[in-house]
């Protein structure tokens, strides 16, 4: 639905010093994509792409050096297409994965990591990348999804994660593969590429998290509360006032409560507050996630789970502090400057700390990989690997 009309009266502070902010508000994500003939070129350059009165803009950092080499990319999400085949991996003594492929089976391999933890995939993840060319492998991580069983924290972390998509690779017998993950995807993206950087040929990552502490204690601790305080309240009052010191403790002790009841009203708020802050213009049909109770009671104690315990991680640089092992790896980073739930400090950090790998900010978007602005920026990253792939394969 587009804006039709707003009271600009309440952005006159912002309004009097970005006066781009009304356009970028104004213009809603909704419409289809399309095809962009000609976007300009250069090293540094804003890359745009219009359809009526639509813009969206993107401000490109330096990139990589295949990217000296201008190129023609496609800028629309692709068509909707299922799986060629599923099927289910077990992984452990107590975890059974699910997984699917679509696109062409004799395709360059990619494997997409879905965000959360928890969340489990999406069949829209499959429409960024072009059927033709990728073999598009998806799986829903342990305890999401479908995966079994649902919602278990039991044996799940990080690097069990890590070996999991190891032994799905060789399940399916691909040597080697690009790795595409947004939000909690970018943390395992990161993770699984510095553990096995040989099985890597490419990186595509979106709203960046690092799993630091000032990234939890924005969200979840008051300062993404600034921005959304109405969406805020009811996150805050689900808990009592003696212990809003530590939310994420407190949700952990409900969300891992006796009583299934108090779980499942736990989980639905904390997913709620989450589906609510994602978009820089909410989202409807997003926030009815928090409605699902199979849905959110997976994503909500997985990701708190994964929280509490600091992402397994040894430290909280611990992403950061390995960039060396895949700095030669062919990289673009993907944020959305208004992203409240992963915000843009943390791409700007693993951007100072990896400048070779291509940094893309889209200015009228948050956190969702629907959002036109940053879609569009995903489909023309698998463009471009796919353009230095045909390239040299020729």
Not at 96 to 120: D, F, I, K, R
């Amino acid at each position: 639905m587009r804006v039709a009309a707003i009271d600009t009266s309440i952005f006159s502070p912002v309004l009097n010093r970005y006066p781009s902010f009304l356009r970028h508000l104004h213009h809603s994500f909704s419409l289809p994509l399309l095809r962009s003939k000609k976007p300009p070129r250069g090293r540094y350059r804003l890359l745009l792409r219009a359809e009526h009165n639509y813009s969206s803009t993107v401000q490109q950092y330096p990139s990589m050096e295949s990217s000296k080499e201008p190129q023609e990319h496609n800028w629309s999400i692709y068509p909707h297409i299922e799986p060629f085949n599923t099927g289910f991996l077990k992984v452990s003594n107590i975890h059974t994965l699910y997984w699917e492929q679509s696109g062409n089976p004799n395709g360059n391999p990619v494997v997409v990591l879905h965000g959360g933890p928890g969340a489990g995939t999406s069949a829209s993840l499959r429409r960024f990348f072009d059927p033709e060319f990728y073999r598009i492998v998806m799986f829903d991580q342990r305890g999401a999804g479908k995966s079994m069983p649902h919602a278990c924290l039991e044996e799940n972390t990080t690097w069990d994660l890590v070996n999991d998509i190891e032994k799905l690779r060789e399940h399916l017998g691909i040597p080697e593969w690009q790795v595409f993950g947004g939000s909690w995807g970018s943390t395992l993206a990161l993770a699984y590429s510095q553990s096995h950087p040989d099985k890597v040929t490419g990186l595509v990552l979106r709203g960046i998290f690092l799993l630091r502490k000032k990234e939890l204690d924005w969200f979840y601790e008051g300062g993404a509360a600034t921005i959304f305080p109405d969406v805020w309240e009811p996150f805050r009052d689900f808990i009592p006032e003696n212990e809003r010191d530590n939310f994420i403790l407190a949700y952990h002790k409900r969300l891992n409560s006796d009583d299934i009841d108090v779980q499942s009203r736990a989980a639905k708020i904390w997913t709620t507050w989450e589906m609510m802050t994602a978009h820089l213009l909410q989202n409807q049909e997003n926030m009815k996630k928090g409605e699902d109770s199979k849905f959110s009671l997976a994503f909500a104690r997985i990701e708190n789970h994964y929280f509490i315990n600091k992402g397994f991680l040894p430290s909280s640089s611990h992403l950061l502090d390995n960039v060396d092992k895949i700095r030669h790896i062919r990289t673009v980073i993907v944020q959305g400057r208004y992203d409240v739930c992963c915000p843009m400090m943390s791409a700007w950090d693993l951007h100072k700390a990896w400048p070779e790998a291509e940094f893309n900010v889209i200015p009228d978007a948050g956190h969702s990989a629907n959002e036109r602005g940053i879609a569009a920026a995903l489909v023309a990253a698998n463009e471009k690997f796919k353009d230095i792939l045909r390239a040299g394969a020729a």
